[in-house]
């Protein structure tokens, strides 16, 4: 079975030899898909052999009805006088006008993209899983709580900014404080004023006094900026 574009291209390769053509200009050498279509009203060519969801099909016959009416416009021959002819004439009547080459009676012709039946997916079943769905990952060690990643501390107010004063935006921002390992021993050493430092490990000895000295100016200016409980025990 062809298609009605199958079936023209038939008809061009059945007269593609010894086809003197169309006898005036209101003829037309090849048969279009309104002619066929005007044929087979008229009952020079049979209706469609089959219908493809809407397309048309159409057999051997349809090739020979076709090319033997070309041959007999060719001649001469009004459509009137083919239909007289031609109606009702059986296939060895028709081959003999046709004069069509067997290969081209025989051939089927590749369906095309737009007749090739389209898959029905949504009625496939669903395919198997190749592998196993991965394993959720277990849960971290708890630890000391962390500052928020996001979270970033006030800036210092100024060192001549009197206590209570809104902080300067242009002081860079401290860091935030990272807590020791757990397990990790934290010693408090007192720096006066009621600062205390907190370590890791444990001083001994004359260590006190030494971080004692050391954080002496860190012990002025936070007094200077009022932010110890009792400024007036701090160390000098």
Same mark, same amino acid.
Request: charged residues 15%; proline residues 15%; positive net charge.
């Given at each position: 079975?062809?298609?009605?574009?199958?079936?023209?291209?038939?008809?061009?390769?059945?007269?593609?030899?010894?086809?003197?053509?169309?006898?005036?200009?209101?003829?037309?050498?090849?048969?279009?898909?309104?002619?066929?279509?005007?044929?087979?009203?008229?009952?020079?060519?049979?209706?469609?052999?089959?219908?493809?969801?809407?397309?048309?099909?159409?057999?051997?016959?349809?090739?020979?009805?076709?090319?033997?009416?070309?041959?007999?416009?060719?001649?001469?021959?009004?459509?009137?006088?083919?239909?007289?002819?031609?109606?009702?004439?059986?296939?060895?009547?028709?081959?003999?006008?046709?004069?069509?080459?067997?290969?081209?009676?025989?051939?089927?012709?590749?369906?095309?993209?737009?007749?090739?039946?389209?898959?029905?997916?949504?009625?496939?079943? $669903? #395919?198997?899983?190749? *592998? %196993?769905?991965?394993? /959720?990952?277990?849960?971290?060690?708890? @630890? !000391? =709580?962390?500052? &928020? +990643?996001?979270?970033? $501390? #006030?800036?210092?107010? *100024? %060192?001549?900014?009197? /206590?209570?004063?809104?902080?300067?935006? @242009? !002081? =860079?921002?401290? &860091? +935030?404080?990272?807590?020791? #390992?757990?397990?990790?021993?934290?010693?408090?050493?007192?720096?006066?004023?009621?600062?205390?430092?907190?370590?890791?490990?444990?001083?001994?000895?004359?260590?006190?006094?030494?971080?004692?000295?050391?954080?002496?100016?860190?012990?002025?200016?936070?007094?200077?900026?009022?932010?110890?409980?009792?400024?007036?025990?701090?160390?000098?």
């Amino acid at each position: 079975m062809w298609t009605m574009d199958e079936l023209v291209e038939r008809v061009r390769l059945a007269l593609a030899a010894q086809y003197p053509g169309a006898p005036n200009g209101r003829i037309r050498d090849l048969p279009d898909r309104r002619a066929i279509r005007w044929y087979a009203t008229t009952g020079l060519v049979d209706r469609p052999a089959a219908m493809r969801g809407r397309t048309a099909l159409y057999g051997p016959r349809h090739l020979l009805q076709l090319v033997a009416v070309k041959r007999r416009q060719a001649a001469g021959l009004s459509l009137a006088q083919i239909q007289a002819e031609l109606a009702g004439a059986g296939d060895a009547q028709l081959a003999e006008i046709a004069r069509i080459p067997a290969d081209l009676l025989t051939t089927a012709a590749a369906p095309t993209a737009a007749d090739t039946p389209r898959a029905r997916f949504w009625a496939d079943a $669903p #395919a198997p899983p190749t *592998s %196993a769905p991965p394993a /959720p990952a277990p849960p971290a060690p708890a @630890s !000391a =709580p962390r500052a &928020p +990643a996001s979270a970033s $501390p #006030a800036p210092a107010p *100024s %060192a001549s900014a009197p /206590p209570g004063a809104a902080p300067s935006m @242009s !002081a =860079p921002p401290m &860091p +935030a404080p990272v807590p020791a #390992a757990p397990g990790t021993p934290v010693a408090a050493v007192a720096l006066g004023g009621g600062a205390v430092l907190l370590m890791p490990g444990t001083p001994h000895g004359t260590d006190y006094a030494d971080i004692t000295a050391a954080a002496q100016p860190l012990i002025d200016l936070l007094a200077a900026r009022g932010l110890l409980a009792n400024p007036d025990g701090r160390h000098r």
